[in-house]
């Protein structure tokens, strides 16, 4: 195909929800209160372990690390969306519908990885406590951290840069919230099986491998637990893994549904509606269920809160 052919689409049509007549105010509402959820959520999360000296800890550094992975997602995604309700559908330039992906894919890959190490930090706080300190330095943190984003986006970015190896000669409509790598491909008039089965077996070490490493760890961290003959311990014990493992569940139970489960009988506004699973509740459930769940956080937003009121 002539050069020129690959860069005849220059714009991107999102279609987003449509027909929501009355609904559309109600929506954009919605959808509002979610994304400023989700991002006071997750700065407070930033913020308090950024000033708290008590939770300077690598539980709580990954903890931040996965609020930036929850910041970057909501905010590519969710503004777009947003506009998209209020217009009937979005326009935005082929690169930016590109890059859209790419931020998308580093950040939900990034986050893969970042909960796998969280899974990791609570097997030794657990398994082996007295070598804890000594294996969880700073220096591994902070390996374990930069590994963690650089896999994500250096992984996301193979992806990307095989999208651009492609034709895009029309049309220029996606029938979705955001520029997804499905979506994407159905514009392409190039052949894509070999693209797509790329970022299947990548898709394998990004989330399947994660997820049975975070298996490993939780059912030697399970192992512990039932090995312990007090039912106090048993508790404290779960009580430091139950958030992650919440977490863990929802953010791969989204995934699943979305992108492993056969999708061909649904409809597109439900297929809509899974995508902003994960895309936007997702994001606003992880700060609560650490600030619910977790007695450090759960203290110091009481002490705050008592403190204010006094």
């Known amino acids: 195909m002539d050069k020129k052919n690959q860069t005849c689409i220059t714009e991107i049509h999102l279609?987003?929800?449509?027909?929501?007549?009355?609904?559309?105010?109600?929506?954009?509402?919605?959808?509002?209160?979610?994304?400023?959820?989700?991002?006071?959520?997750?700065?407070?999360?930033?913020?308090?372990?950024?000033?708290?000296?008590?939770?300077?800890s690598p539980m709580y550094m990954f903890l931040v690390q996965l609020s930036v992975c929850d910041v970057l997602l909501t905010t590519d995604i969710l503004p777009n969306t947003l506009a998209s309700i209020l217009s009937d559908g979005a326009v935005m330039s082929f690169s930016g519908c590109i890059a859209q992906f790419y931020i998308f894919g580093g950040s939900e890959s990034s986050e893969c990885f970042i909960l796998t190490?969280?899974?990791?930090?609570?097997?030794?706080?657990?398994?082996?406590?007295?070598?804890?300190?000594?294996?969880?330095?700073?220096?591994?943190?902070?390996?374990?951290?930069?590994?963690?984003?650089?896999l994500g986006f250096s992984i996301t970015l193979v992806t990307t840069l095989n999208i651009f190896t492609l034709d895009f000669c029309g049309p220029n409509i996606i029938d979705h919230?955001?520029?997804?790598?499905?979506?994407?491909?159905q514009l392409s008039c190039s052949e894509t099986s070999t693209v797509k089965m790329e970022v299947v077996l990548l898709s394998v070490f990004v989330m399947v491998l994660p997820l049975v490493?975070?298996?490993?760890?939780?059912?030697?961290?399970?192992?512990?637990?039932?090995?312990?003959?007090?039912?106090?311990?048993?508790?404290k014990v779960f009580s430091t893994c139950s958030s992650h493992l919440t977490v863990v569940c929802i953010f791969y139970g989204t995934l699943i549904?979305?992108?492993?489960?056969?999708?061909?009988?649904?409809?597109?506004?439900?297929?809509?509606?899974?995508?902003?699973?994960?895309?936007?509740?997702?994001?606003?459930?992880?700060?609560?269920?650490?600030?619910?769940?977790?007695?450090?956080?759960k203290y110091l937003i009481i002490s705050y809160t008592t403190k204010k009121h006094r």
Do not use: E
Request: glycine share 4%; net charge positive; proline share 3%.
């Open 213 to 235: 490493l975070t298996g490993i760890s939780y059912g030697w961290i399970v192992k512990a637990i039932l090995g312990m003959s007090s039912n106090i311990d048993k508790s």
């Open 15 to 56: 279609l987003g929800f449509q027909n929501l007549n009355d609904w559309k105010i109600f929506c954009f509402t919605m959808l509002f209160i979610v994304y400023c959820v989700a991002i006071s959520g997750n700065l407070l999360i930033i913020a308090m372990v950024a000033f708290c000296k008590n939770l300077h």
């Open 117 to 150: 190490v969280m899974a990791y930090d609570r097997y030794l706080a657990i398994c082996n406590p007295l070598r804890y300190s000594s294996i969880m330095d700073v220096t591994f943190f902070v390996k374990l951290s930069i590994l963690s984003w650089i």
């Open 257 to 297: 549904v979305i992108y492993m489960l056969p999708t061909k009988g649904l409809s597109l506004t439900i297929s809509k509606m899974v995508s902003l699973l994960y895309t936007a509740v997702t994001p606003m459930m992880n700060p609560i269920i650490y600030s619910l769940r977790n007695k450090d956080i």
């Open 177 to 185: 919230l955001f520029c997804d790598f499905a979506p994407i491909l």
